[in-house]
């Protein structure tokens, strides 16, 4: 069941939107989006048919990674508003059938937190440095790094807290030190944390880095370099060590203790499929984002195989599968698909196909009205952490802020028309006034899938059955009365629809119950359900 405020097992099938809180929208015209713009902004989640929404991390941080450094972990950023935004804005969503889900960033710390201020003040062997992972350098010096691991971001992920001194460990940029998590202070600190924000009303964490945290004893070398080239396909010693999973247990039994089924995402990356599913065994994390399908290129049987392969790993513990095409951190899939018309083209039909799956779905701010990753970012506008370090592109082109309405920039994000990141003069064919009076829109597309999604039965939690198709056609059959088909190949294909159409992504007619599905195109049916009326 979806939308229910006393549903149980909410999460199972939900659809959480994700926000990225600088660009979803202004409210007080400084060009970075804030707590107040995604209160005045909660109707229009409620209209599209979500069941949660999951803000970005909105801490106080001196934003070297934009809030994935959390400097207190018990305060909004003043760029965000304050902790009274923060509690009318989980009211508001309350009132209006919505749950929040809010960031939870574990591994490491801002370098501005009180803990590492203090650290870097402390002698070593201090308690103070016992709450990060500070070790004396190699060589006769202790000029070279304590070991070979690298920076997610690129370069060594050790730096020399001065000259003569040690050097501290971070995985990430080096404004985010690790937490040393065998230091049962911090596990202690992050209790109470999460207790400050349940106490606050929010449903629910996503878990950064939750694969992280817990090091192997001794800290042992990877033995080779190019690291970052291995997350989530090979193991590493710095990522997903077993003693994590007693972290993630500690938190379940917190968070169970809470009424009203509270839910941990976990952000985990793993080599597997099957080590990703041990994250969300009963007594884990409630779903762990599915970042192997959101790694699938756009070919059938890419798409089957790890469909396939996400619904077997995470039934194999009772877990729910979640499905999710993009985030704050890849190429939004309107241009890993192709960009363009095509690549338009082909989200519109994932998306039909994505929510047509079993389990939980993740949406990402503006992927409703189509946004593509914005490519051409004037470089003084290029600002991840991630570029300069050796990555190969940031991620700031799929971050820009959301156009709203009118017919230039700043489209309504805020009154401001300087924004963080400048917002494509393109763009106005693609805000979602121009999109609201469009039936044929993308946002159109999504309101129309999410509200069948919520009221078939046969949608959401459950089982998926595949039906015989053309090549390069996937077509699936779900309990009672429900099917979809998917054309991912380049000709067109004729189908049989044995029911009558709910939603589809291009225009069809069905002729002697058939239709001819374009290339990319989609569409669902319904067989014997009356009430779910043609498009
Ligand atoms: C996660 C976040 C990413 C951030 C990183 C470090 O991967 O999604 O945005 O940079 O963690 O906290």
């Known amino acids: 069941m979806q939308g229910s405020t006393v549903a149980t097992r909410w999460w199972r099938d939900a659809v959480i939107y994700q926000i990225y809180v600088r660009s979803f929208a202004d409210g007080n015209g400084d060009g970075i989006g804030d707590l107040p713009g995604i209160r005045a902004r909660l109707p229009y989640l409620a209209e599209l048919g979500v069941d949660a929404v999951w803000l970005t991390p909105f801490y106080r941080s001196p934003m070297a990674d934009f809030g994935y450094d959390v400097a207190d972990y018990r305060r909004v950023d003043p760029l965000f508003g304050d902790l ?17 889900i809010v960031d939870v960033v574990p591994n490491h710390t801002s370098d501005r937190h009180a803990w590492f201020v203090e650290a870097l003040a402390s002698p070593p062997g201090s308690p103070e440095r016992a709450r990060y992972h500070f070790r004396d350098g190699r060589g006769p010096d202790g000029t070279e790094p304590p070991n070979d691991w690298e920076s997610v971001f690129g370069g060594p992920a050790w730096t020399r807290a001065a000259p003569d001194d040690q050097w501290y460990l971070h995985l990430f940029a080096p404004e985010q030190p690790d937490l040393n998590w065998d230091n049962p202070e911090v596990a202690d600190e992050f209790d109470d944390i999460l207790r400050f924000w349940l106490d606050l009303g929010v449903d629910g964490f996503r878990i950064d880095v939750a694969h992280g945290m817990v090091k192997p004893a001794g800290l042992p070398d990877v033995g080779h370099a190019d690291q970052s080239r291995m997350l989530g396909t090979e193991p590493l010693p710095y990522f997903d060590q077993d ?15 809470y009424p009203g089924e509270r839910i941990a995402v976990a952000e985990a990356w793993a080599s597997t499929p099957e080590r990703l599913a041990r994250y969300v065994r009963p007594d884990e994390a409630h779903q762990a984002f599915n970042f192997h399908y959101l790694g699938a290129d756009w070919a059938a049987p890419t798409q089957r195989a790890v469909i396939d392969e996400s619904l077997a790993t995470s039934t194999a513990v009772g877990a729910p599968t979640t499905w999710v095409l993009s985030n704050h951190d890849v190429r939004r899939h309107v241009t890993r698909f192709g960009d363009g018309e095509a690549g338009l083209r082909r989200a519109r039909a994932a998306i039909l196909l994505m929510l ?11 992927e409703e009205l189509g946004l593509p990753e914005v490519l051409d970012l004037p470089p003084e506008y290029r600002l991840d952490p991630q570029l300069g ?14 156009p709203w309405t ?10 401001s028309a300087d924004t963080w990141l400048p917002i494509p003069a393109s763009w106005t064919p693609l805000t979602v006034a121009a999109q609201e009076s469009d039936p044929e829109s993308t946002l159109a597309l999504y309101r129309r899938a999410l509200s069948v999604r919520r009221e078939d039965p046969a949608l959401g939690d459950g089982e998926l059955d595949w039906e015989d198709a053309p090549d390069g056609v996937l077509r699936l059959r779900r309990e009672p009365g429900f099917g979809a088909a998917v054309n991912l190949s380049p000709a067109p294909a004729r189908i ?3 029911g009558r159409i709910t939603v589809s992504s291009v225009p069809l007619a069905v002729e002697d119950g058939h239709v001819t599905l374009p290339a990319d195109a989609a ?13």
Request: contains cysteine; hydrophobic residues 40%.
């Open 84 to 100: 009274d935004d923060a509690r009318a804005l989980i009211s508001d969503a309350h009132g209006l059938g919505l749950r929040i």
């Open 243 to 257: 003693g994590v999973h007693a972290i993630h247990r500690r938190w379940r039994a917190l968070l169970d203790s």
């Open 356 to 366: 047509a799956l079993p389990g939980s779905a993740y949406v990402y701010q503006g």
């Open 389 to 402: 370090r050796g990555a190969e592109a940031g991620r700031d082109g799929c971050r820009v802020p959301l």
């Open 406 to 415: 009118g017919d230039v920039p700043p489209f309504g994000f805020g009154a």
């Open 496 to 498: 049989a629809v044995p």
């Open 523 to 535: 569409v669902w049916w319904t067989s014997g359900r009356g009430d779910l009326d043609e498009r």
